[in-house]
């Protein structure tokens, strides 16, 4: 597969069969995993200047870096919630949160959860889409002791997700909606963008890239390298977790697309569906859920 496969794909060579979710009908995916190419943070309007989407790494201290790339969320003390597939192909054995290296005690994930052949990300994309159809792209990590010093993130629990602004954070892949996702670094600086939740559907909610008229102020979508990140809408004045960062629509043959142009979708874990797995799957063990 071409480089520009790959980037677009989001595979890399220690995790080339870690892939994910589920589609509507008819639109082409694809994941944002980590990637052998290196590129910034959040794929961002051409025609807003990138200073303007930079924040300092205080502005959303819950946000949790993994080692090698991607992000979660600390949801309770001792627990964090990310993207399955940005745990897959090598050992999570710490997290970096608000400056600190923590030691992780265990990765659960959702046992709904599978790892695309390595042969759906070449060729046409249906045979990839139909295989992930019926994927659960989520996890959990355990720490081996509570964190200190930053409060937890509350989960969103209802159901009004659409229509719903929302704020992107994350360190992954730039550029911009004209030219695309650009190489570089696919862990920098944090960047912030705004969206819209464009639709729902049972696991999933999705946002699109828009431009001119049609766009928030600081419109942007996730990219490469920002799979887990998180996905805020706010509720009774504050901000909680609705969403994961988890994959991108494409049009056309997986070789040939362009990740990060306007017009594509980006589609996030919806953690209102997850909540019963989240909340049992702490319960189980040790560890009360956040209220």
Same mark, same amino acid.
Request: proline share 6%; aromatic share 6%.
């Given at each position: #597969?071409?480089?520009?496969?790959?980037?677009?794909?989001?595979?890399?060579?220690?995790?080339?069969?870690?892939?994910?979710?589920?589609?509507?009908?008819?639109?082409?995916?694809?994941?944002?995993?980590?990637?052998?190419?290196?590129?910034?943070?959040?794929?961002?309007?051409?025609?807003?200047?990138?200073?303007?989407?930079?924040?300092?790494?205080?502005?959303?201290?819950?946000?949790?870096?993994? #080692?090698?790339?991607?992000?979660?969320?600390?949801?309770?003390?001792? !627990?964090?919630?990310?993207?399955?597939?940005?745990?897959?192909?090598?050992?999570?054995?710490?997290? #970096?949160?608000?400056?600190?290296?923590?030691?992780?005690?265990?990765?659960?994930?959702?046992?709904?959860?599978?790892?695309?052949?390595?042969?759906?990300?070449?060729?046409?994309?249906?045979?990839?889409?139909?295989?992930?159809?019926?994927?659960?792209?989520?996890?959990?990590?355990?720490?081996?002791?509570?964190?200190?010093?930053?409060?937890?993130?509350?989960?969103? @629990?209802? =159901?009004?997700?659409?229509? =719903?602004?929302?704020?992107?954070?994350?360190?992954?892949?730039?550029?911009?909606?004209?030219?695309?996702?650009?190489?570089?670094?696919? %862990?920098?600086?944090? %960047?912030?963008? =705004?969206?819209?939740?464009?639709?729902?559907?049972? %696991?999933?909610?999705? /946002?699109?890239?828009?431009?001119? @008229?049609?766009?928030?102020?600081?419109?942007?979508?996730?990219?490469?390298?920002?799979?887990?990140?998180?996905?805020?809408?706010?509720?009774?004045?504050? !901000?909680?977790?609705?969403?994961?960062?988890? !994959?991108?629509?494409?049009?056309?043959?997986?070789?040939?697309?362009?990740?990060?142009?306007?017009?594509? @979708?980006? /589609?996030?874990? @919806?953690?209102?569906?997850?909540?019963? !797995?989240?909340?049992?799957?702490?319960?189980?063990?040790?560890?009360?859920?956040?209220?």
């Amino acid at each position: #597969m071409s480089a520009d496969a790959r980037r677009l794909v989001g595979i890399s060579l220690a995790a080339v069969q870690a892939s994910l979710g589920r589609i509507k009908k008819g639109l082409p995916v694809v994941p944002l995993l980590m990637t052998s190419a290196t590129a910034t943070a959040i794929v961002i309007r051409d025609d807003i200047p990138d200073e303007r989407y930079l924040v300092a790494e205080s502005a959303f201290p819950a946000l949790v870096d993994l #080692m090698h790339e991607g992000h979660g969320v600390l949801i309770a003390p001792q !627990w964090i919630v990310t993207a399955a597939h940005a745990t897959q192909g090598h050992s999570v054995t710490e997290v #970096m949160l608000n400056g600190e290296c923590l030691a992780v005690e265990r990765v659960v994930v959702h046992p709904g959860y599978k790892q695309v052949p390595e042969d759906l990300f070449t060729g046409e994309s249906e045979p990839l889409l139909r295989f992930l159809a019926s994927s659960d792209d989520i996890a959990l990590i355990k720490l081996v002791k509570p964190a200190t010093g930053v409060e937890p993130a509350p989960l969103y @629990r209802g =159901q009004g997700e659409l229509g =719903q602004k929302v704020v992107l954070y994350g360190k992954g892949a730039t550029g911009n909606g004209l030219s695309g996702q650009s190489e570089g670094p696919n %862990r920098t600086v944090l %960047r912030r963008a =705004q969206n819209v939740i464009s639709s729902v559907d049972g %696991r999933w909610l999705a /946002y699109t890239f828009d431009s001119g @008229r049609t766009a928030r102020p600081l419109e942007g979508m996730l990219g490469s390298g920002d799979s887990g990140s998180p996905v805020l809408l706010q509720h009774h004045r504050q !901000w909680e977790l609705a969403g994961l960062a988890s !994959w991108r629509s494409a049009e056309g043959k997986l070789s040939e697309v362009r990740s990060g142009l306007y017009g594509q @979708r980006g /589609y996030q874990v @919806r953690i209102s569906h997850y909540l019963p !797995w989240i909340e049992a799957t702490i319960k189980a063990n040790g560890a009360a859920p956040t209220p």
